[in-house]
């Protein structure tokens, strides 16, 4: 079980090798990580890394927890200014994509995470989902969206993120980027282009059924 600190150098200390382990296993993956090289990338000794973590798999998974409360919290800030529904969304998405640009490891450890430790793999969707549904009950209870199941879209707009952004944040604009099958992710990191971006809110604008008549969006009638 993980060591929290006692002191504001250990504190700094722990963050030190959050940040290396973050960096280790996103360019060596789980496998060929080792705390040897963690502790190196942290520029600290061996026996630093156990007086806060006990093993490698316990600091994947604080790694994991530490770039889900990050996300969410990028998320939240744009998205908690936006006027209605339809706005948040465009704020948290615009948001997640800058997130995931700045800090591609989002992705690489994420997908380690369905093999190395699962448990940490539903936490970090179901932390996430779980206040999209509640946005999405109050968005409905104000008439934002329409009759849908705040669950089935929480679920399908994180879909819709994770894809899109791999799409075109990880491997480019182009479609010789995407192809690139030695290394998806070979082509750095770019952004949603904005004629990309706009596609992929009328789909999720439709589907959550706003409209925009000229003064703001509002409910999609189902008459």
Do not use: C
């Not at 093993?55 to 990028?74: G, M, Q, T, Y």
């Not at 969304?89 to 700045?102: H, K, L, P, S």
């Not at 490891?105 to 549904?133: C, K, M, N």
């Not at 059924?209 to 969006?217: A, Q």
């Amino acid at each position: 079980m993980s060591t929290l600190p006692r002191t504001a150098r250990g504190t700094r200390t722990r963050a030190k090798l959050l940040e290396a382990a973050e960096k280790v296993f996103a360019d060596v993956g789980y496998p060929e990580a080792s705390i040897v090289r963690i502790t190196d990338e942290a520029g600290v000794g061996q026996g630093t890394f156990y007086l806060y973590f006990d093993s490698k798999l316990e600091v994947f998974n604080e790694v994991v927890e530490d770039l889900n409360r990050r996300v969410r919290h990028a998320m939240t800030s744009a998205a908690v200014r936006a006027p209605n529904r339809a706005e948040s969304e465009r704020a948290g998405f615009r948001a997640f994509f800058t997130f995931t640009a700045e800090h591609p490891a989002l992705y690489r450890i994420i997908r380690q995470a369905e093999f190395v430790s699962p448990g940490a793999l539903r936490l970090h969707y179901t932390r996430i989902v779980d206040g999209y549904i509640q946005g999405l009950r109050e968005a409905r209870g104000a008439g934002e969206i329409g009759a849908i199941d705040p669950t089935v879209a929480a679920w399908a707009l994180m879909g819709i993120g994770e894809m899109i952004g791999m799409r075109w944040v990880l491997w480019g604009n182009s479609d010789a980027d995407a192809g690139n099958a030695g290394d998806p992710y070979s082509s750095g990191t770019s952004a949603v282009p904005d004629d990309v971006f706009e596609q992929m809110m009328t789909f999720i604008e439709g589907g959550l059924g706003v409209r925009d008549n000229g003064i703001g969006r509002t409910p999609r009638s189902h008459s």
